[in-house]
């Protein structure tokens, strides 16, 4: 059931990035064309309806920090998320994160009918807390693979998982004593009053394909750009962006542009925690498994680290391991007597427990956001937060 699912997921991409061909491929574009004008609509009358406040905006009493994308998946969203959480914890910020918890583990049946027999409705269940700070509580399947990787990588930041996040907002408040929310994947969840909305724009990718869902990868059109109060652009190169900067001004032109980078720091391995510098790659033969938006990205990263990828394995993005498919891709890495495994962070939250094998160890590639153009911005933004100056930002932090 599982493959069939994921089978029909990777289909339903190719044929929304016309990598299928044929009459059937076709016609089904068609359809999605069509179903792309209705959404349309109902994206413009959902927001018109918050603008005209007859759908209601939930203001919590505490700075409210969006951190979102236009397009679907793939823009590098959760080390930016966790940049901020560092810089806005160390400036004095009392910080939780608020995540829906994408793919992770719901409530069973069983679960949701024992808990309405004991009077507490699944509405009135409390949000699942992944870490309190201090403390990691839950695995990545119940939390989710971004919750459960935030709350291993942050101290001092709690991690609360809940499809309502104005109910997760208020428990965080309650239980945690935060002044500051993080929403992750955000944009578009407009119950929750936002001081600031931080949009990701992928330089290779800025618009998706242009098309809205679901026909493309695009939530909304590119002019509700023009609620970004920051934009990152990120996967840069050092290349310039000229182009895409002058896109990015027809829809908005006063928000502030950062360009940054998926930066790799260092190998860690999943078995001994070892953790092994970069240069451990150069002239390594290596197989690489992933499942993730983008994993082109990630093959290039390690490629241009001085590895040569002799096998690779993708999965789709989210994919839930089994421990048979890791262990069939390293037996499959050492009949070809490769060095070494490589994934990514994200990866390796969802990898079940695996034999060791000191012949063919498996690492994951550990990667931070660095900033390359505008880096005052950026602490800028974090210091008006952390500081804010009523005179000059009132309006528009506060």
Same mark, same amino acid.
């Given at each position: 059931?599982k493959?069939?699912l994921?089978?029909?997921e990777?289909f339903?991409?190719d ?9 059937r ?9 069509? +179903?792309? !004008?209705?959404?349309?609509n109902?994206?413009s009358?959902r927001?018109?309806l918050y603008k005209?406040?007859?759908k209601r905006?939930?203001?919590? *009493?505490c700075l409210v920090?969006?951190? =979102?994308?236009?397009t679907v998946g793939?823009?590098?969203?959760t080390?930016?998320v966790?940049?901020? #959480?560092?810089?806005?914890? #160390? =400036?004095?910020?009392?910080?939780a ?10 409530p069973?049946?069983? @679960?949701? !009918?024992?808990s ?15 870490? @309190?700070g201090?403390?990691v509580?839950l ?8 919750p459960y990787m935030?709350?291993?990588?942050l101290d *001092?930041v709690a991690?609360v ?5 104005v109910k997760a *907002?208020l %428990?965080a408040i309650?239980e945690f004593?935060? @002044?500051?929310?993080?929403?992750d994947?955000?944009?578009?969840y407009?119950?929750?009053? %936002?001081?600031?909305?931080i949009?990701l724009?992928d330089k290779?990718?800025?618009f ?9 990868t695009l939530?909304e059109p590119?002019k509700?750009l ?9 996967k840069?190169?050092g290349s310039s ?5 002058k ?7 006063t928000a /502030?542009?950062?360009?940054?980078a %998926?930066?790799?720091k260092?190998?860690e391995n999943i078995e001994t925690n070892?953790?092994?510098p970069l240069?451990h790659?150069?002239g390594?033969? !290596?197989g690489?498994i992933?499942?993730i938006a983008?994993?082109e ?8 680290? =001085?590895a040569?990828i002799?096998l ?5 993005d %989210?994919?839930?391991?089994r421990k048979?498919?890791v262990q ?9 007597d490769? @060095? +070494? ?16 094998? /000191?012949d +063919?160890?498996?690492y994951f590639l ?9 880096e005052?911005?950026?602490?800028d933004?974090?210091n ?5 100056r009523? !005179?000059?930002?009132a309006?528009?932090?506060?």
């Amino acid at each position: 059931m599982k493959e069939s699912l994921e089978e029909l997921e990777q289909f339903a991409i190719d044929v929304i990035l016309n990598r299928r061909k044929g009459f059937r491929a076709g016609a089904i574009r068609i359809l999605l064309s069509l +179903m792309s !004008i209705l959404y349309r609509n109902l994206v413009s009358f959902r927001l018109w309806l918050y603008k005209v406040r007859i759908k209601r905006e939930h203001n919590l *009493g505490c700075l409210v920090v969006s951190i =979102g994308n236009l397009t679907v998946g793939g823009t590098g969203k959760t080390p930016i998320v966790e940049k901020f #959480a560092k810089a806005l914890t #160390a =400036g004095g910020r009392r910080v939780a994160i608020l995540s829906r918890g994408y793919k992770s583990v719901k409530p069973s049946l069983k @679960d949701k !009918i024992k808990s309405k027999m004991q009077g507490n409705p699944i509405s009135q269940e409390p949000p699942r807390v992944v870490s @309190d700070g201090k403390e990691v509580f839950l695995d990545s399947e119940t939390a989710g693979d971004e919750p459960y990787m935030l709350a291993t990588n942050l101290d *001092g930041v709690a991690i609360v998982v809940d499809k309502d996040r104005v109910k997760a *907002g208020l %428990h965080a408040i309650k239980e945690f004593d935060v @002044d500051t929310l993080l929403l992750d994947d955000g944009l578009q969840y407009l119950r929750l009053r %936002h001081r600031l909305d931080i949009v990701l724009i992928d330089k290779y990718s800025p618009f998706g394909n242009e098309k809205l869902l679901p026909r493309g990868t695009l939530r909304e059109p590119p002019k509700n750009l023009k609620r970004a109060s920051y934009i990152f652009i990120t996967k840069c190169d050092g290349s310039s962006n000229k182009e895409l900067i002058k896109r990015i001004r027809e829809y908005n032109r006063t928000a /502030e542009i950062i360009e940054c980078a %998926h930066q790799p720091k260092y190998l860690e391995n999943i078995e001994t925690n070892e953790r092994l510098p970069l240069e451990h790659l150069k002239g390594k033969d !290596i197989g690489t498994i992933s499942g993730i938006a983008v994993p082109e990205s990630f093959e290039d990263g390690i490629k241009n680290l =001085g590895a040569k990828i002799e096998l690779t394995r993708r999965y789709t993005d %989210h994919h839930r391991y089994r421990k048979r498919e890791v262990q069939k891709f390293i037996d499959q890495c050492l009949n070809r007597d490769l @060095d +070494m495994i490589v994934t990514t962070e994200k990866d390796y939250v969802r990898f079940p427990e695996i034999q060791a094998c /000191e012949d +063919m160890p498996v690492y994951f590639l550990r990667v931070e956001i660095g900033i390359l153009n505008n880096e005052e911005t950026f602490e800028d933004c974090i210091n008006r937060i952390c500081s804010p100056r009523p !005179i000059l930002s009132a309006k528009r932090f506060f």
